[in-house]
């Protein structure tokens, strides 16, 4: 991994780092040797001794009489969940759950227990009430939570990745948290913090690699800077925040879990320990704005025309408003990446039209929380309206989403993109992992003077079905063009040959575009609703318009249709050609 310090930055791209390389082929590799069986053992053990008295030892010190600051938090919360909290129940991914009836001991399911835990939560309470209003709120609920975990670390309550975020939220919103005039109250909380960034010190580097680790060591360099006599945890957190984030981003930017949904939730880590210092009056650390510089560009390179962003890796489609937030908590201003050589999104962009290409394999098993079959995908906006989209949302499942749908959506199928027997180019695991598919990808990429050209294939049926998916790509100057060439070619170097079989071509429609065949049936018009007229033609293959989903960024499914051509491989090769024209 490269060293994101040694790259210049100064609020722009580097020079040369999007530039278009015309005839660049990239290859990437995907290995996923995943956590040694030592390293598995080692961290095992040291959650178990977190029962001893041993660790408890370890966690006591001074403990501070306050805060020397508190960061602002400029991101904005979810008002309604705010008001709900108000209301005495958290509102999480559409379902409500009684605060009163909280089992601190056995929260479930994971994402909940993380939104409880970490307490990101007081940022929805900060929208919806004062601190007037919401510090008695806060401080219950906080009462709460110390009573069944200050004492006695563990699972998931004290995992690294939680605890750092929850440093980061206690500090930031410290206003809602200790406003009591209960010094026994106060003095617990001071407590628990200086407990756990003890803890932190300890575990921060034993987090997953990505984001966990990230959160965990952003924690550690809050609380030295913002706890009394803290400068020598700050020296040591700074060295660990910086080789969190070496491991954590790809050298252009890319989160390496390739989600943007994970690189969102960076760049607000990244945003909050930035927040810290200037809190302090201190000088933020030129590794820490430069790599804020660089991963806002790459996010924004995932962003539509309506400011937000596309459905990548189990993502919901995240609203403009939260991904503006994030970005405006950073202080950033740049323009978006095109050209992602290692995170392995393409972006282009000409007139009102945006075409974004997933040309990478997925990533590794051990980095993916709700990983998706997506290489080759497109998603197509134009202007403030989507058009062509990926179902989106696996990650978000909830009460609106449940886990067996939330399954069906990290498949190929549920991806705009070609999809061969009925299989994924990359096999899903329940567990939300990855198994065998993808593991190269290879890259053409040109900018033309009437317009984009791409070239991807992958490798991702060779094995089953001997087969190299390549797909063509051309967007035209004015972006009221885009031609497409979907190949499946027989694998060179091949332990199957390819026999027939049957594929499928699919391109998801966002919600409020409507579909209707043309009369000869090779082609669709597509309305968008108060936008704009698509038409789409296929040179060969059988057309039909059929029931689609997409998933917003609250994780709410939204009725959709799709644009299949399905046809027939054959052992020789074929090829189906594609057009989408904007004509009204």
Not at 299 to 304: F, K, N, P, R, T
């Amino acid at each position: 991994m490269n060293d994101l310090s040694t790259l210049p930055r100064t609020g722009m791209e580097p020079d040369g780092a999007d530039s278009i390389e015309s005839g660049k082929r990239l290859i990437r590799l995907s290995s996923d040797k995943g956590s040694s069986l030592a390293e598995r053992l080692a961290n095992q053990f040291y959650r178990l001794t977190w029962r001893t008295p041993l660790h408890n030892m370890r966690l006591k010190g001074k403990y501070p009489l306050k805060l020397l600051a508190a960061p602002k938090d400029e991101i904005l919360g979810d008002a309604r969940a705010g008001k709900a909290i108000r209301a005495g129940f958290f509102l999480f991914r559409g379902q409500k759950h009684p605060i009163a009836e909280i089992d601190f001991t056995a929260i479930s399911p994971e994402p909940f227990a993380h939104y409880v835990h970490s307490f990101r939560w007081l940022r929805d309470l900060a929208q919806a009430a004062t601190r007037e209003q919401g510090a008695p709120v806060a401080e219950s609920i906080t009462r709460a939570w110390l009573d069944t975990h200050a004492e006695k670390p563990s699972e998931p309550a004290w995992r690294a990745d939680n605890a750092g975020w929850r440093m980061l939220f206690w500090t930031a919103h410290a206003p809602l948290i200790l406003s009591s005039s209960d010094l026994v109250y106060r003095s617990l909380v001071l407590t628990c913090i200086a407990r756990t960034a003890r803890h932190l010190d300890r575990s921060a580097d034993k987090a997953p690699v990505g984001l966990p680790r990230l959160a965990a060591w952003c924690g550690v360099v809050a609380t030295g800077l913002l706890l009394p006599g803290g400068e020598p945890r700050r020296i040591f957190g700074e060295s660990g925040l910086k080789r969190a984030i070496e491991s954590t981003f790809y050298s252009d930017g890319g989160m390496i879990s390739r989600s943007p949904l994970d690189q969102l939730q960076g760049i607000e880590a990244l945003s909050m320990v930035a927040a810290a210092y200037d809190a302090m009056r201190e000088e933020v650390p030129a590794f820490l704005t430069e790599t804020l510089n660089q991963t806002v560009a790459a996010l924004l390179g995932l962003a539509h025309g309506d400011g937000g962003l596309s459905s990548w890796q189990g993502a919901g489609a995240i609203a403009a408003k939260h991904v503006e937030s994030v970005i405006a908590a950073s202080h950033v201003r740049t323009r978006p990446l095109r050209q992602a050589r290692d995170w392995g999104y393409q972006r282009i962009a000409a007139g009102s039209t945006v075409m974004l290409v997933d040309a990478a394999p997925p990533p590794v098993g051990r980095l993916a929380s709700a990983g998706c079959a997506s290489t080759g995908a497109i998603e197509i906006s134009d202007g403030a309206d989507r058009l062509i989209v990926n179902c989106g949302g696996a990650y978000m499942t909830g009460a609106m989403m449940p886990d067996e749908i939330a399954q069906g959506l990290r498949t190929t199928a549920a991806h705009s993109t070609l999809t061969l027997d009925d299989s994924n180019s990359t096999a899903t695991v329940p567990d939300g992992t990855l198994g065998k598919g993808v593991t190269e990808v290879e890259l053409h990429r040109q900018e033309l003077e009437n317009g984009s050209r791409i070239e991807l294939s992958h490798d991702g049926y060779v094995r089953r079905y001997g087969y190299i998916h390549r797909r063509l790509l051309l967007l035209s100057g004015d972006g009221k063009d885009i031609r497409g060439e979907d190949m499946l070619l027989p694998a060179q170097q091949r332990r199957r040959k390819p026999a027939a079989a049957p594929y499928v071509l699919r391109f998801h429609l966002a919600p409020q575009v409507d579909a209707s065949l043309t009369a000869d049936g090779q082609g669709a018009l597509l309305r968008i609703d108060m936008g704009a007229l698509w038409q789409f033609r296929c040179g060969s293959g059988e057309l039909a318009i059929e029931d689609s989903v997409w998933v917003d960024g609250d994780g709410r499914p939204h009725a959709s249709k799709q644009i299949v051509v399905s046809a027939m491989a054959e052992p020789g090769g074929n090829s189906l050609g594609w057009l989408l024209k904007r004509v009204g």
